[in-house]
């Protein structure tokens, strides 16, 4: 069954969550751009069919996860039906587009900086629930 990204962007905007990762091995920063999807194990696993992603089943915790290019891949797809999380969606597209690997290299103060900015304006609006500027 081939679901339509309309049908999934609403999907993900009910339960899906955009993020970035933030790992330190060795005394270098990496990070990694995460979509994840919260659903039962049948919706999921047509999602998977259709878009990709690593599924983990758990009671009561069924998540499908895409990681790096495979996520900006997946947020592509969905975007223009996006509405909740669309704010996190353009930073998360915009922060694959800007990073490049860095071959095994610690990253510049300027990109580490970049980095983070990205990570944190995810969070915080991620903590609006969806909304890029907080309500007054």
């Excluded at 990709?52 to 990681?67: A, F, R, S």
Aim: aromatic letters at 8%; glycine letters at 6%; charged letters at 25%.
């Amino acid at each position: 069954m081939r679901l339509k990204p309309e049908y999934v962007a609403g999907l993900f905007d009910g339960e899906g969550c955009v993020l970035i990762c933030q790992e330190n091995r060795r005394g270098k920063s990496t990070f990694r751009l995460r979509a994840v999807l919260a659903n039962n194990h049948l919706i999921l696993s047509l999602i998977q069919e259709c878009y990709g992603g690593y599924l983990q089943y758990k009671p009561h915790n069924n998540h499908l996860t895409w990681d790096s290019k495979q996520a900006a891949d997946f947020l592509l797809k969905i975007h223009p039906w996006t509405i909740i999380k669309r704010p996190q969606i353009e930073l998360a597209l915009a922060f694959s587009n800007r990073i490049q690997r860095s071959n095994n290299r610690s990253l510049t103060d300027d990109e580490l900086e970049e980095r983070l900015w990205f990570k944190q304006e995810i969070s915080r609006i991620n903590q609006l629930g969806g909304r890029s500027d907080p309500i007054v």
